[in-house]
């Protein structure tokens, strides 16, 4: 039988022609006279994108002064920009950077004056990693939207050009103009541990539309969308941040399944792409990864695409850019292959010696450097960073949450929540789905909790909880786990004696899971199971005891409280499966095709 690889690959719809290119330049006469005036040691530093510690540029905590001290020999933000003249800074909450949103906003700021103020001083490009869904460096108050896969279920683009706007303004209201997103990667591989939900879905071609269109909508708030992981990440059973992935797609293949999202992001003027650390043997046979592959990015992304705007690598503190190559090499390779911006070294000062050696060496042209920093600077001045590079004033008070946006979020959830099961319900009418709080007044809610992605309240069984009972349940809680125990399970199905139904949610059930025996041993109560599938929609192929099965494709509060507006029934579920699910007991074999999904 073939493979899904190769059927998805035949099926494929080819992309209507899209007009290659990069961004369009804005008047270059600014960039070119900055980059006239600067030295080779300021442009070495415009390539860099470094983490920093603190909430402050000045003032951080002793902890995250220690923390700069350790990785740089620094104590501050503004210290280390002094340094090394760098280009861009990428926040993180694990960094203590993002805080709260007028902290973020401050902290922006602090970084603009500090950089600004060094001789020759130049605006800084603020990035962060704001995927939404199950990676986000913004937590709450600002607006938390679905994740990608999420987002495919719905299938609109309108709502993924309406996710770049609104997520776009409330990143600009704080100071960061650069978002690492959207992940541009077609979800071939349903085992993929680095991917997954944060890919738009498994069809090429409604890849591409999203991409293009959460591109289109980040371009109109004013902030530099990010296409990722190039040539495609997302057919590997190996985590690049651990390992070295190897992509086995024939160049035909690549053409099939990668390619589409790339294309159309260029096409819709993509600010940058990021390249993933990944060997695909049939774009470059030399075993090097995409991130250090001429072939790839001059090759296939610079001549093929046509792309003229900003590449920037995965961090180079991942695994699968470090194992063959050493990191006083990694960023000079990369800037050779035809990358321009590098990003977080694991040491900078190693990484920032070994460019600026090479390049007064002769290995590394300064023409190639001064063709990265050109385009640094072009992104600079089509962002505005050069004439306005502060965050306005009461801007966060009057974008950051705001109520439209909030509301925004939580229409978008509905359409996305996705009924993959509905059986039979009391009496042999319709299914047992929608629950109402007359027939089924008591409720119980278990399942995992999976920490909560950035900034969310969580955890989810709580969320669900709370969200049944303002809709007139009465609901008990108890978290379960990703892996309960006997004992756990055991308590489950004793609280589910006297209730009227159980809601639980699921998170990557496999076909040993103990989650997979807690919810047979609560089917075998009688009591009608609501499974609601937290992260990957696959959870459904090991759990066919359940009476109905939702999938959200993320456990973030928006989400979960759109699942539980679902199941009583407030709203139809609208999604679709934006990726197929195989059989539990024969993968080879699809148990529910792109496109399924029920309602009522």
Known sequence: MPSRRTVLAATAGVTAALAVGGPAHADERRPRALLSRMTVEEKVGQVFVSRVHGHSATAPDPADADANLADFGVRTGAELLARYRLGGVIYFAWAHNTRTPQQIADLSDGLQRASLGQPRGLPVLISTDQEHGAVCRVGRPATLFPGAMAIGAGGSRDD??????????????????????????????????????????????????????????????????????????????????????????????????????????????????????????????????ATLSRPVVTGLLREELGYDGVVVTDALDMAGVRTKYGDDRVPVLALKAGVDQLLNPPRLDVAWNAVLKAVRDGELTVRRLDEAVLRILRLKERLGLFDDPYTAPDAVARTVGA??????????????????????????????????????????????????????????????????????????????GTAPSAETIAQAVAAADGVAAVVVATYNVTADSAQKTLVERLSATGRPVIAVAVRNPYDVAHLPSVTACLATYGWTDVELRAAARVIVGVVRPQGKLPAPVQRGDDPARVLYPIGHGLTY
Not at 416 to 430: A, D, M, P
Not at 467 to 472: D, M, P, V
């Open 160 to 289: 993924a050009r309406a996710l770049g706007r609104i997520a776009g303004r409330e990143l600009r209201a704080m100071g960061v103009r650069h978002n690492y997103s959207p992940v541009a990667d077609v979800n071939v591989d349903p085992a993929n541990p680095v991917i997954g939900v944060r890919s738009f879905g498994a069809d090429p071609d409604a890849v591409a539309g999203l991409v293009a269109a959460e591109v289109e909508g980040y371009r109109a708030a004013g902030v530099a969308a990010t296409a990722k992981h190039f040539p495609g990440h997302g057919d590997t059973a190996v985590d690049s941040h651990t390992g070295f992935p190897v992509i086995t797609h024939t160049r035909q293949e690549w053409e099939a399944l990668d390619a589409a999202p790339f294309r159309a992001a260029v096409a819709a003027g993509v600010d940058s792409v990021m390249t993933a650390h990944i060997v695909v043997p049939s774009l470059d046979a030399s075993g090097d990864p």
């Open 403 to 480: 109520p439209e946006h909030l509301a925004a979020a939580d229409l978008l959830a509905e359409r996305t929540t996705t009924l993959l099961v509905n059986e039979v319900g009391v009496g042999g009418v319709g299914g047992v789905l929608p629950l109402s709080p007359r027939t089924h007044p008591g409720l119980l809610v278990v399942g995992a909790d999976p920490a909560s992605p950035t900034g969310t309240t969580g955890p989810p069984t709580g969320v669900l909880a709370a969200a049944l009972t303002a809709q007139g349940f009465r609901t008990t809680t108890l978290p379960t």
